[in-house]
């Protein structure tokens, strides 16, 4: 039997309880489909809540100061806020992309060997289209290149 994830905080949604496999279990059976269906679709629900939160606040908080200090503070919490609403924007993306691969019944297995990801991987990364070997090949040889 594999070990569970005990540690909520490893995970990228709050309200959706880690899956618990049963010894024996297919893997990426039905249930486990729906599982990381759930938390793929409340994962972008919460990007998307959390883009438009950023849209309201830039309208609410944009105010002409006629000190140029507080105008480019301003400026400057501004830019770090759309930076980081441009990763999730891209995330969501990914995300659907990734909610296509579980409808398509393609969802789980390495792009690169086709052997399991594994459940544990795909709760805290749920998005992950390789698995952790492969991964790690990847990084070394983009680490590599980078030098």
Known sequence: MTAQITRKSALPVDGIEPYVSTEGEEYMNDDQLAH????????????????????????????NFSDPADRATQE?????????RDRERKLI?????????????????????????????????????????CKATQEIKERQIAN
């Not at 950023?54 to 105010?63: P, W």
């Not at 400057?76 to 980081?84: P, Y």
């Not at 990914?94 to 544990?120: N, S």
């Open 76 to 84: 400057e919490e501004f830019t770090l806020e759309l930076r980081a």
């Open 93 to 133: 993306r990914k995300i659907e992309k990734t909610i296509a691969r579980v409808d398509a019944d393609d969802y789980g297995f390495c792009d690169a060997c086709g052997i399991e990801i594994g459940l544990q991987r795909l709760e805290v990364r749920p998005t992950a289209e390789l698995c952790i070997d």
């Open 36 to 63: 990381f269906r759930a938390i793929l679709a409340k994962w972008s629900e919460s990007l998307v809540q959390e883009v438009n939160r950023t849209v309201g606040h830039m309208q609410e908080d944009a105010s």
